[in-house]
């Protein structure tokens, strides 16, 4: 891939963002701003460099500075690289006295990294967050759009495994959009 | 068992679908609503109900709808608040899961009562999967011609949005989720302007949870009346309750507001029971937010009554001796958990989320983490107790936002309740401080 290679949406992307923006009142485009930025993620590998910031900001017709000010606001947003699979494990109150503590320790151990660290091929990035709604099914971790709950250690070496397996880049979008 | 208002066909195979919805009596509201009454009339219904907001406040739902500025000219909006952040609640997951369209039908007939002709649903940005559930259940509402343009023959018409938030608790404060809508950071704005004047795009709005807009559709098919007859006293209709924690059976119940707590807890129609055969400590009875009560207070009020699971009966005592339903997310601990940790985790959750507008709360929430964490560490001091109790009485009151308070409450009655287990905490360290320094002198 060359160094300089336009940043811009595939053709459907675009035809994607378009019709968000339709979802607002005239003149309210910016609305459009988060569903288009979790559009530009999945798009531009998993995160949100300053030149794809910039793009989604000229699409919208808005300030460079009014993106950047909502990607550092929001935890799903990456302003930097992540390994192909992002492992969010939850650590609040009902996960924890459920013992997501030893699903933590265990993925740190496994993948030879601590929280906010990728694995050396690239693979894996390890992340903790604060409740995902699964509290009645803790402890869990979220991969992507997936929620993996009622974990054990066990189930999360099966994870991993089939994670690398299929080798293929965990997104938050899954067909959010339908013809309409 | 108990009525089931809204889940009552949670069970049968295909009900994600409109066609299996439909068959089990689905958008009966909106066909009574739109033909047989004009919309005041539904809003009257959703007061006679006595319905209060699910989403933890527990403000009249039916007098919110009253407030919404209906003179101006500007377009009205109804927003649905489905951010669901608050930790240990998880039900409106569950319901947008498993019964998409029971909401696309509140959103409707709730529309229609406000003179709404656009509507919008804000989702938190994890629940991306369910993003997807409701365009499909919105599609079909669509093309069944339950949504679009002359609904029904009549002449309202109605869109309806899914819009994903991107990972923030405060988002689920109804301003800063408006702001975020508009394509913003999520901070919190002053009040007045409320958003029945100045809302979405500075138009009248209002704000209701995924649960509370649900509700509307059982209080429309059998009347008001007759859903206020559930209940106890202000504490009318059913709730759902997202159980999580040392039970046997963590899980969203549906229950008729007034069943006693101890029942909620032990019986095997709900959580059944402290899992392996322990004993209960403390319970978080209404979302992380609310005061933390230790066993004894959970069952009795200080009167001695049993505690009921009302609005009321949970707050009974104030926070002396009492907590709130909140938003209905009952936290268990059994005897082994350490209030201390537990505590923790709260308190580094509302540091991370709080969106630092404020300084009290953007400071003050960031002392609590640090002085729990070396509690928990093992290198605290005596005076970190007293400390903690400080810093939230600090940042209570002082916010844009209830964010503060909801950050100090946890803080504040986990300390009043169980001070000892924080001091021993604080001892354990002084002693390795001591310890410490006598191997240093070795
Ligand atoms: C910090 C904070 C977080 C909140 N989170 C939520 C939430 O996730 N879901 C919700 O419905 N209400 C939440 N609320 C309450 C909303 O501000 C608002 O009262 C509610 O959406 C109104 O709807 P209701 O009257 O139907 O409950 C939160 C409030 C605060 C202060
Ligand atoms: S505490 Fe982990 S999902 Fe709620």
Redesign the pocket.
């Known amino acids: 891939m060359s160094e300089n290679k336009k940043i811009e949406f595939s053709i459907e992307a675009l035809a994607t963002a378009k019709k968000i923006m339709a979802r607002y009142p005239e003149g309210k485009q910016k609305s459009a701003l988060i569903p288009i930025l979790h559009l530009a993620q999945t798009e531009f590998n998993g995160w949100l460099s300053a030149e794809v910031m910039d793009y989604v900001a000229s699409l919208l017709s808005i300030k460079p500075i009014e993106v950047y000010e909502v990607v550092t606001f929001y935890s799903m947003f990456n302003s930097k690289p992540v390994g192909k699979c992002l492992i969010e494990v939850c650590q609040t109150s009902s996960c924890w006295l459920r013992g997501s503590d030893e699903i933590v320790a265990h993925i740190k151990n496994k993948l030879n990294i601590n929280v906010g660290e990728t694995s050396a091929d690239g693979m894996f990035t390890l992340k903790t967050v604060e409740c995902l709604g699964s509290c009645g099914t803790a402890p869990m971790l979220q991969c992507g759009a997936d929620f993996h709950e009622n974990l054990t250690v066990e189930k999360v070496d099966e994870l991993l495994e089939k994670l690398r397996n299929k080798n293929e880049r965990s997104s938050y979008l899954k067909s959010m959009i339908t013809d309409r | 068992m108990g009525k089931k208002l809204l889940l009552e066909h949670i069970n049968e195979p295909g009900i994600q679908s409109f066609e299996v919805y439909r068959k089990k009596g689905g958008y009966a509201s909106v066909e009574k609503a739109l033909k047989s009454m004009k919309p005041d009339e539904v809003t009257e219904e959703v007061k006679r109900s006595g319905l ?8 009249p ?1 039916g007098m ?1 709808w009253t407030f919404l500025d209906r003179r101006s000219e500007k377009p009205r909006y109804l927003v649905c ?6 930790p240990g ?1 998880f039900k ?1 997951r569950y319901l947008m899961e498993h019964l998409p369209h029971l909401l696309v039908e509140g959103m409707i007939t709730s529309s229609y009562a406000l003179g709404a002709k656009t509507s919008y649903i804000y989702i ?1 940005g994890e629940y991306m999967y369910i993003v997807r559930i409701l365009e499909k259940a919105i599609e079909e509402a669509y093309a069944n011609g339950f949504l679009g343009k002359n609904i029904l023959g009549t002449d309202y018409s109605l869109d309806l949005y899914v819009h994903p938030g991107a990972g923030a ?2 988002c ?6 408006l702001e975020s809508l508009e394509g913003k950071r999520g901070n ?1 704005r002053l009040k007045p302007p409320f958003p029945a004047i100045a809302g979405l795009y500075a138009c009248p709005t209002v ?7 649900a509700a509307v559709v059982p209080i429309i098919n059998i009347g008001g009346d007759e859903y206020a007859k559930i209940g106890v006293g202000k504490s009318t209709g059913t709730k759902l309750i997202s159980a999580s924690g040392h039970i046997n059976k963590p899980g969203v119940y549906e229950i008729e507001l007034g069943i006693p707590v101890e029942e909620f807890i032990f019986s095997d129609e709900y959580c059944g029971g402290i899992w392996k055969d322990r004993r209960l400590k403390a319970v978080v009875a209404g979302g992380s ?1 609310v005061p933390i009560l230790p066993a004894d207070l959970i069952f009795t009020t200080a009167k001695g009554e049993p505690r009921l699971m009302t609005y009321e009966s949970l707050a009974d005592g104030g926070f002396a001796t009492g907590t709130m339903l909140g ?1 209905g997310g009952f936290i268990v601990m059994d005897e082994t958990a350490s209030i201390v940790e537990n505590l923790y985790t709260f308190s580094r959750f509302y540091h991370h ?1 709080s969106c630092g507008q404020c300084s009290p709360c953007r400071e003050g929430t960031g002392w609590l983490e640090k002085i729990l964490h070396r509690l928990r560490e093992g290198h605290g001091k005596k005076e970190d107790v007293d400390l903690l109790v400080s810093v939230a009485k600090n940042i209570e009151g002082k916010t844009i ?3 503060g308070e ?1 950050a100090a409450w946890p803080v504040a009655s986990a300390v009043k309740h169980f001070r000892k287990e924080f001091e021993e905490a604080a001892a354990r360290l002084q002693l390795s401080a001591v310890q410490k320094a006598e191997l240093a002198t070795h």
């Open positions: 209060r907001g699910r989403g933890g406040a527990g403000f739902t919110k608040n489905a951010d669901e952040s608050e609640t409106d938190r608790y405060i689920g404060e109804e301003t800063a989720l919190p704000v209701n949870n995924v649960e509370t807009i937010s938003s989320e936002c209830p964010l909801a």
